[in-house]
């Protein structure tokens, strides 16, 4: 077969696969990396399923606080608490320890894990929000 027909095909063939992936969405999981960085940070006290420990550790599936207060979750995550939370109307005042090694993106991306993920449909939440409820919370 004549080289420049075969580069051709592989070129019509890539510019096909790009207009599919186009039409139905490259990612198939657009917050694999706050997924990922939940299950690594978070999963083992919040569970995989985001019910927590009933009266230990806070839920994060359904949970009031996730939705209402996500710079304060922010906080929580780079800098963990020990101030007694109350979630879905239950108090909790378990510690936890903070993840300070997290980048400012990382924790914004799961949040936005945890804003749609086990039955939540918390929104969106934008980049400079965490990035201004990190920057208040750290002069605390």
Known sequence: MDTKKWEWRKIAGCLSLLAICLQMGCESNPHQQGEILYTNFCVNCHMEDGTGLEGLIPPLAKADFVQKYPAEV????????SDTLRVNGMPYANPMPGFPQLSDFEIANIINYMNQA??????????DVVEKGLEACADD
């Open 74 to 81: 922010a906080c929580i995550i780079r800098y963990g608490t």
């Open 118 to 127: 086990w039955g939540n449909d918390y929104g969106y939440l934008r980049f």
